[in-house]
């Protein structure tokens, strides 16, 4: 059984020598050999264009690449930086075993597979097949995600798969089937500068979605009005029309009482709303109460500002909305989005150019990690596991019987609650780090150190690593190839620019050897990514997220395809729903009341502050990747909690000093970082570190019961001044450990 303490000593002799040095390695650099690979940056959502510069199997540099329409040359720091990481010190080259007592050893592939084999067979005949669960993400490629849900359904045949876009876009994508029939961003990102009101509702997009920013200084060019609602001036709200500050949790008020004013002045499109939609009647009988006063009170904010947001999105010609993860990281997420897009569809603004609808995806493939099948309720094509039709048609396309295929499994953080309460007792993970993803991290390092036989798949030892048996080495983005699907659902091609280091592997290698030792071979007998597209293209005809007519070559001609793409010689849909139809059978949207409700956690007496947690520009989730590389640390190198000169006040702290944050749940102690940009009652702290500065230590485990994703966005804190804790120039010690 995995223990922290057993892991602590090595850690540090893990991290410890590595400070500051790159190792040549013998490594030469050779002038002929220098080469430029058109592929994507491996972050975020906006999976930008990139010429990594490669020479004798290892990345030296990049160059932009002017010519992709997305991003046009332009990168984020992350994207700038990105390479450095590869050549990090830490980098995993064999597999490593656990040793109760001494910590990680490195072990060969054989009795590594094997050992992780024999406990996968050992755990499934003492406990059931569902008692070995799989955790995946959405950094993965398409062909990854995809060969992950098969992995799970015919190697292991568990039910229990599920993967960290359950902590990052299902809220959204929950309400856009739910309305539109389909789980995409509805227009390409050329669209935005054409808008003329644009709505962002809890996104920091000059930070988490940076080129973005310029598609909306582009509009602003134009004569866009901008409007920002987020309970911190974020840097792109510094330069808008109109900026509300709502208190976490307020937004579907707004959304509601926008509503009610542009039914009672005739905003709304009658004719539109008439032909191509269902169900309106009842959401103008629910926003009848959200009068400006009834919306201010809950969202926090002056009852003028609702009036003037409707006034201002309202009778526009032509607008964009957009939302991220600041209203969708809720218990009530999943409204929180429906009550944004029923915004949309009233004013008729939808399905035409200049006229559209986005959730910024997060991850690198938060798109198309949410179509291959690796939800727990979910099979390629976005296919429904509990729909008799579409288990069919995938049992044909994998040749199993349907009746072999599991149904529906826990999701991420039910899956751990059950890790934690003994009825998961085996795990698998690839591309997640839950020990400082998932929110109440006492919670989840409990669960991860009672797990039975934990075997992970990464790049980096990551803080779940930690607590795993087995550790096998996998693969980056550069040293492997395949397709992701970005933002506005265009997919892309990313180019194999080196090839692994040491005995590192490519992931896919690694899934089919397991799945083959397993019994399965002749179903994962695939000689490269390229043949998993060929089969997922199949499997997902049909689907909603139709990729049939597209190949390797296609997307690469033409810089990228979107979605649905249902035959050969089809030039697939840059914008989704023109002329009013929409992914429903009946062509419809579907309008839906929903009503505000209160978070599960609200500030009271005991704890007053509300905590609300993100991103910052410099960090990328978890940090595994970020952290390692110096240039990225040294703008960020720390978590700060941000909060207002008026609280600060209050608690006596001053800018730099010491705080400890405290829900019922944990504690974090880091520094105060005092500014007039939040709101007074909220305090926000970034996510990316872990241990004793992880924030999601304080987030509370309450889940929306249709996405059930967590609400890492609010959570009741109270806040003390404190010392510096006598441990940090230890962990600051471990953690400036980039590369430069
Ligand atoms: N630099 C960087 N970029 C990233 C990432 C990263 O880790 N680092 N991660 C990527 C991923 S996976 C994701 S999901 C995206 C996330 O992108 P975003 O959603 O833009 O990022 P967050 O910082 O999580 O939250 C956005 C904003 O929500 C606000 N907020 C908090 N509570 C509320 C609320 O109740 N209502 C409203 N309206 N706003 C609220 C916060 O103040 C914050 O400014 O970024 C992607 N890009
Ligand atoms: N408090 C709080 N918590 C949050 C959030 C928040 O706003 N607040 N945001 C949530 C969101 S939106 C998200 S998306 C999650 C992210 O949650 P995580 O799952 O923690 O995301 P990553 O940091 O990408 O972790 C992925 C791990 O996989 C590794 N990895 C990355 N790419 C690959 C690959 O291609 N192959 C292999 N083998 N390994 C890979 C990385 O090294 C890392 O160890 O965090 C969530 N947690
Ligand atoms: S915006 Fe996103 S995809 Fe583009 S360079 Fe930055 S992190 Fe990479
Ligand atoms: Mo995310």
Redesign the pocket.
């Known amino acids: 059984m995995a223990k922290l303490s057993d892991t602590i000593p090595n850690l540090v002799q893990h991290f410890g020598p590595t400070l500051h040095s790159i190792p040549s390695g013998g490594w030469t650099r050779n002038p002929q050999d220098e080469k430029l690979v058109k592929t994507h940056c ?1 972050f975020c959502g906006q999976q930008c264009g990139i010429q990594l510069r490669v020479n004798n199997n290892k990345v030296v540099g990049f160059e932009p690449w002017e010519t992709f329409p997305f991003n046009k040359g332009k990168l984020c720091p992350k994207g700038v930086k990105r390479y450095m990481q590869d050549e990090h010190p830490d980098r995993l080259k064999m597999p490593l075993q656990r040793i109760e007592g001494r910590g990680f050893e490195p072990l060969a592939w054989e009795p590594a597979m094997q050992r992780v084999v024999s406990e996968i067979r050992r755990i499934q005949e003492r406990y059931g097949k569902d008692a070995f669960a799989v955790l995946t ?5 398409n062909e ?1 995600a995809y060969l992950m849900g098969k992995f799970a359904r015919v190697a292991l045949q568990t039910a229990n798969i599920d993967y ?2 359950r ?2 876009m299902v809220s959204a994508g929950a309400a856009s089937k739910k309305i539109f029939g389909i789980d995409r961003s509805a227009n390409p990102w050329s669209d935005i500068p054409k808008a003329k009101v644009i709505l962002i509702a809890g996104a920091n997009v000059a930070e988490t979605a940076p080129i973005t920013t310029d598609y909306l200084w582009q509009a602003r060019e134009n004569g866009a009005k901008l409007i920002i609602l987020d309970p911190r001036m974020t840097p792109i709200a510094r330069n808008a029309d109109l900026f509300i500050p709502v208190r976490p949790g307020g937004d579907m008020a707004i959304f509601n009482g926008m509503l009610h004013i542009m039914i009672e002045r005739g905003w709304i499109d009658r004719e539109f709303i008439a032909q191509h939609t269902s169900g309106f009647d009842a959401v103008a009988e629910t926003v009848r109460k959200y009068t400006p006063d009834f919306a201010a009170k809950i969202a926090g904010v002056p009852a003028d500002m609702i009036v003037k947001v409707a006034e201002l999105w309202g009778p526009a010609p032509t607008s964009f909305l957009l939302h991220a ?1 600041g209203i969708e ?1 809720h218990s009530k997420g999943v409204d929180n989005c429906i009550a944004a897009i029923n915004l949309v569809v009233a004013s008729g603004r939808i399905g035409r150019e200049g006229c559209g609808y986005a959730m910024i995806t ?2 690198g493939n ?1 798109q198309g990690g949410r179509e291959q099948g690796q939800k727990c309720d979910q099979l390629p094509g976005s296919r429904d596991i509990s729909n008799p039709e579409h288990r069919k048609y995938i049992a044909g396309v994998w040749g199993v019987p349907e009746e072999s295929i599991p149904q529906k499994g826990l999701s991420a953080v039910p899956l751990v609650e059950a890790i934690h309460d003994g009825r998961i007792k085996g795990l698998i993970s ?5 020990a ?4 109440d991290g006492n919670f989840v390092r409990e669960a991860l150190s009672k797990l039975e036989f934990y075997v992970n ?4 030892l ?1 803080e ?2 930690r607590y795993a048996d087995i550790v096998l080495p ?4 550069e040293e ?1 190839e395949g397709t992701t699907t970005n933002v506005e659902g265009r997919v892309i091609l990313h180019r194999k620019a080196v090839s692994p280091p040491g005995e590192a592997r490519e ?1 896919w290698k690694i899934l089919c050897d397991l799945a083959g030792l397993l019994g399965h071979k002749e179903r994962f007998s695939y000689a490269s990514p390229k043949e998993i597209f060929e089969e997922l293209r199949v499997a997902s005809k049909g689907g909603t997220s139709d990729y049939y007519g597209m190949s390797w070559e296609r997307i690469d001609e033409n810089n990228g395809m979107f979605w649905p793409c249902p035959e050969p010689g089809h030039p697939g849909t840059p914008r989704l729903y023109e002329g009013g139809k929409f992914g429903h059978p009946d062509g419809k949207a579907h309008f839906m009341p929903v009503e505000w409700r209160p978070s599960a956690e609200m500030p009271d007496a005991e704890y007053p502050i509300i905590l609300t ?3 910052v520009v410099s960090h ?6 970020t952290r390692r590389i110096g240039a990225l640390m040294d703008q960020y190198p720390q978590p700060r909690c941000e909060m207002h000169p008026r609280l600060a006040e209050q608690l006596g702290v001053s800018d730099g000093g010491f705080v400890k944050v405290e829900s019922r749940r944990g504690q974090i102690v880091v520094r105060a970082l005092v500014v007039k940009t939040i709101r007074p009652d909220t305090v926000f702290v970034p ?1 990316h570190w872990p241990l004793d500065r992880s ?2 230590n304080c ?1 509370i485990r309450a889940i929306d019961p249709v996405s059930n994703i ?1 609400e ?2 609010i959570c009741a804190v109270r806040i003390s001044k404190t010392d510096q804790p006598t441990d940090e120039i230890a962990i600051l010690g471990v953690e400036a450990g980039g590369i430069r």
């Open positions: 491996c993400g959405a950094s993965l490629t990854k960290n876009g902590l990052c993860r990281h997060g991850q938060g690839i591309c997640f780090n839950p400082v993803s998932l929110p798949i990464d790049f980096f990551s779940s690593g996998g693969s980056l983005m492997d992931d947690t993100g991103r990328f989730l978890s940090g595994t990747q996510y924030a999601n987030t967590p890492f966005k």
